[in-house]
C-alpha cells in the first residue's frame, strides 16, 4: 500500500524580511506529500479544500503523483488561510491571522480503498482527529505523528491518547519541554518515550534534530544554511522526506532510521530556500543525493 | 615545547539548584590545563593567585603534571573570586559577585625558558592582556584564542587586534552573533574568518558545536547528559581537550581539528557532571576513549 498521508491544505500569505507573498500553497498536507513523493509513489492525500482551491495547484500536487482521491471539497466554503511574518532572525515569527474556513469542520473521511494503508503520517491536525483517522484504519503498521504547542496546552489529553497508538512522534524542543515540563531534554525524550511512540524526534530548527530509541539516540546536524528565506512547512518537509523514505526502504531499524532522519533534513533545507512549496516543486533526485552526502561529511570524524 | 596556557586561576562559589559549594578550585586556566594534561604532559601554566592559594590546590595541578613556574603568587593579595548562581534548567547563570583582587592587575609574565612556546592557548581575559603574551612570545605557530561577550561589548578593538593573530577563535552562539550584529550563524562565522583567524569554533552549549575552516564546516554533537551537575568551565575545559589533542597530534590539519573538538567535546561532557574540577581530577584514559566512541556511534549514519 502506498504512504497514507492526513493534514491540512491550505493558503499562506507569508511575510518575510526579504519578501511578502499571498495565498501561496501550504498546509501540512501538502508540504509531507510534496516532500516524500521523490522517494515513493503515490502518495495518498486525506485533506479538505473549498471552491476556491485553484486548477494549478491541484496540478502541482497531480504532477507528483499524489492521489488526490481523499481531498475533500467543499463547494460552499473556502480554503484555510494562515497569515504569518517572519522576524528579522527567521527563528521568530507572529501569526497574522488563521482563517479555519472549511477546516473548521473537517473530519478526515479515509477512502474504502486506502483503509488498508499500512504506512501513515498523521500532520499536525487536532488530536482527536488523529485518532479519528486511525480508528478507520484496519491494521496501521507504521504510525509518524506531528504535533504542536497548542494541542499541548488546549487538548493534551486528546494528544497523550493518540500518543499510545503512534510508533513515532515529531515535535520540536521546546514543545518537548512544554509537554514533560522537564528542561532537560534528554529526559523529556525519556518522558515522552514512556507515554507510548516507540521512537521520538525532537527538531531543533538550526540546531538539527534528535532521535530517541529505547537505548539510542542519534544527533543530526542542521544545514549550514546562509540564505534562509521562508521557513514555513520546514517541520512538514521533514516528516515528509522521513516517512517517504522509510516507505521506500520498508527497514524500520534504528540505523535506517537515522538515514530517513537526514533525508527528512535534507528535504526540509531545500524547502527553506524558497517561498512556499516552490523548492519542493521541482527538485531532482540527484540534487538531494548531493544534499545527504553534503550531511554526511558535515557530521563525519 | 610543551603546551602554554594563560588565563585565570580562581576560586568560585557555585550555587545549582541541586548543591551549592564556596571557594572551590576555579578559573580560565585551571580548566584549560587539566583538561588538556590528559593529552599532553607537562602543561605550561601562566597565572596569578593571592597569599590564599591553598597547598591542596597546587597539588591538585602539579599531581596533573602541570608546570607552575609561570603562576604568579601575590603576598599581600587575594585569589581571584567569583560566585555564580544556576537557573533550574542551568542554561541561564546569575554572576552573584566578582573579586578581581590579584587579577586586577594582572600583567602576564612569560617565563624565558617559555618564550619558545609554539602552541599556546589564550584563556578568556582581556584581550590586551592577550596581546600582552604573544608580544613576550617569539615564534608561536598555533595560537587558540577564547574570549566572551564582555570584551566585544567594551574592548572591541583590543579584541580585533588579537583576532588578527590567532589561528582558532573560540565563542559562542550569542558572542558569535554579537560580534558581527549578524543573526544568521553561518554568514556570522563567515565575517569572523574575515577578521582574522583561520579556524573558527562556535560553541551551542546542548547543540553542540560548530568548527569552520576556509570552505569546510563540521557539525559535532552534544553529549546527551541527562544529569548535568554545574556547567562552570564547560567551555575552558573544551578549550583544554582541543589544544591538548592538537599539541599531541601535531597535525593541524581540518580532518584532525574535527577530532580535536570531539575531543574537546568530550572533556566537557565529564566536567559539567561534577562540581569545580572534581571530574578533571580523576579521568581515566579509557574513560575518555570509550566516550570519544560514543560521540560517534551518536552521529554516524
Partial sequence: MSLLVVGSVAYDSIETPFDKINDALGGSATYISLAASYFTAPVNLVGVVGNDFKPEHTKILEDHDIDLTGLERIEDGKTFRWGGKYHYDLNVRDTLFTDLNVFENFKPKIPEKWKKASFIVLGNIMPSLQSLVLDQLEKPRFVLCDT??????????????????????????????????????????????????????????????????????????????????????????????????????????????????????????????????????????????????????????
Fill in 148 to 301: 504542536m504547542n497548542l494541542w499541548i496546552n488546549n487538548t493534551k489529553e486528546d494528544l497523550l491518547d493518540v500518543m499510545k497508538r503512534v510508533d513515532v512522534l515529531i515535535i520540536n524542543d521546546s514543545e518537548a519541554r512544554l509537554l514533560t515540563d522537564e528542561p532537560n531534554l534528554i529526559k523529556a525524550a525519556r518522558r515522552i518515550l514512556q507515554m507510548g511512540p516507540e521512537y521520538l524526534i525532537i527538531k531543533k530548527g538550526e540546531h538539527g534534530a534528535l532521535l530517541f530509541g529505547d537505548n539510542s539516540i542519534f544527533s543530526a546536524p542542521a544545514y549550514p544554511l546562509e540564505n534562509i528565506f521562508d521557513p514555513t512547512g520546514a517541520g512538514d518537509t521533514f516528516a515528509g522526506g522521513f516517512a517517504g523514505y522509510l516507505h521506500k526502504t520498508q527497514d524500520l531499524s534504528f540505523e535506517n532510521l537515522k538515514k530517513a532522519v537526514i533525508y527528512g533534513s535534507t528535504m526540509a533545507s531545500f524547502s527553506v530556500e524558497k517561498f512556499s512549496t516552490k523548492a519542493l516543486e521541482g527538485l531532482s533526485n540527484l540534487e538531494i543525493h548531493d544534499r545527504f552526502i553534503e550531511f554526511r561529511e558535515l557530521s563525519n570524524f
